[in-house]
């Protein structure tokens, strides 16, 4: 657990999430989008965006997840199977974390019966930010169309939170005077 906690609290990896100024934001269509997609296609009563902290997990976006997650859109780290994914800066996938011997006593494992996982990592400047993730509550084999399908997902909501920087950044750039949108081409 030590290296997992060094992982995720490395100061790059944090300065790479923070570039992204997605913390602690409101919920987007865009962002809603995805997730409800993911739930939809990969057939999981529950899709995250995840963004992970240094002392938690952050909620961009969520479908099913129960109260009180949905919320207060975030969780300390204790309840984050994300945060493994992200210290790897890999996908994740878990069939079964009950008879996962490194999952099975994991809290959202014991108390919120979550059996199934599957996440992918968004990753900027070669730092993995936070996933996107479905879980179930049943056991899964989670099939090679479906991890494909759940990557494709992950690249999709990478290109968004890229977009959603450029349009701030040309925002703020407008409002301190700078060149308006009209003299870009289209």
């Given at each position: ?129 936070g ?7 049943r ?32 925002a ?15």
């Amino acid at each position: 657990m030590t290296d997992v906690l060094a992982a995720v609290r490395d100061p790059q990896r944090l300065a790479a999430l923070r570039r992204q100024v997605l913390l602690d934001t409101p919920p987007s269509e865009t962002f809603d989008r995805l997730t409800r997609l993911a739930a939809r296609v990969l057939d999981a009563p529950v899709a995250l965006l995840t963004l992970v902290d240094e002392d938690r997990q952050f909620f961009k976006s969520s479908v099913g997840l129960p109260e009180p997650f949905a919320s207060a859109r975030q969780t300390p780290l204790e309840f984050s199977i994300c945060q493994y994914a992200v210290a790897a800066n890999a996908r994740l996938v878990v069939e079964d974390a009950r008879a996962d011997p490194f999952l099975a006593d994991h809290p959202i494992v014991r108390q919120f019966g979550v059996v199934a996982y599957a996440g992918d990592v968004l990753v900027f400047g070669g730092h993995a930010v936070g996933t996107l993730c479905v879980l179930d509550v049943r056991p899964r084999a989670w099939s090679e169309h479906e991890l494909a399908t759940l990557t494709d997902l992950a690249a999709t909501t990478v290109e968004q939170i890229r977009l959603h920087r450029i349009e701030r950044l040309l925002a703020r750039r407008r409002e301190a005077g700078g060149l308006p949108l009209t003299r870009f081409p289209v």
